[in-house]
């Protein structure tokens, strides 16, 4: 069964801290993979996409995203967080049949 | 550009009860999702429409949940009778292929059932 894992269920941080969120995949095919975020009182949205190419994506908000194919991964990272990073990501993928499968989440916690 | 619109935002019922949802998708979009997210998980997807048809069910207890997207606009979940385990947020959210698409999801609505 496809599935996916985020390695950290809450990540607490100071303001300029590096961020490296975990997200593994359990999926022998090609995949789209994605990560998601939705802040305090929002809705979700997506923070960056990789579907081919430079394994190495970037997103809004200074994120980015390397996808290892041999290691099933695409961890998130941020070099320098803010408090406005505070929120909730979610690491997910989708394969041929075109459903998104989502991890539990991180919850990230901005100190300032 | 407008995005998803989902109502109630909130809702609280008790067990045994009936509770519907409802969705209007971003205008133009023809494939419509709905996702479960129960507390400390991530959403699961409950069921996919691509216009007014089901692509997806495999995911629903179709014991006591059904959605229906009759004019391959508006969208409503609708659960009968709820149990105590349906407490979660529901996400409405849609694209504008199937293959490909980022997916734009509304703002849930939470169920609480008592």
């Known amino acids: 069964a496809q599935s996916v894992s985020q390695h950290n269920h809450h990540v607490i941080l100071s303001e300029a801290a590096s961020l490296e969120l975990g997200c593994n995949y359990s999926?022998?095919?090609?995949?789209?993979l994605f990560w998601y975020v939705q802040y305090p009182g929002q809705h979700l949205q997506l923070l960056l996409k990789?579907?081919?190419?430079?394994?190495l994506v970037k997103g809004i908000k200074g994120f980015e995203a390397e996808f290892i194919k041999s290691k099933f991964s695409f961890n998130l990272r941020k070099p320098s967080v803010q408090w406005s990073d505070t929120a909730e990501y979610f690491c997910?993928?989708?394969?041929?049949?075109?459903?998104?499968?989502f991890g539990a989440g991180t919850t990230v916690t901005v100190r300032a | 550009e407008a995005g998803v619109a989902q109502s109630p935002r909130y809702k609280i019922i008790e067990k045994r009860q009936s509770v519907a949802f409802w969705c209007n998708p971003i205008?133009?979009?023809?494939?419509l999702y709905w996702y479960q997210q129960i507390l400390g998980q991530g959403p699961k997807l409950l069921i996919q429409?691509?216009?007014?048809?089901?692509?997806?069910d495999s995911q629903l207890p179709k014991d006591r949940f059904s959605a229906e997207r009759l004019k391959g606009v508006d969208s409503t979940l609708k659960i009968q009778p709820a149990k105590l385990e349906d407490s979660a947020v529901y996400l409405c959210?849609?694209?504008?292929?199937?293959?490909?698409?980022?997916?734009?999801f509304g703002p849930g609505t939470r169920l609480t059932v008592l």
């Open positions: 997910a993928f989708r394969s041929n049949d075109y459903k998104l499968s």
């Open positions: 205008s133009g979009h023809a494939t």
């Open positions: 429409f691509q216009n007014n048809g089901v692509v997806d």
């Open positions: 990789y579907f081919s190419g430079d394994p």
């Open positions: 999926y022998g095919g090609t995949v789209n």
């Open positions: 959210a849609s694209s504008d292929r199937t293959s490909g698409s980022e997916q734009f």
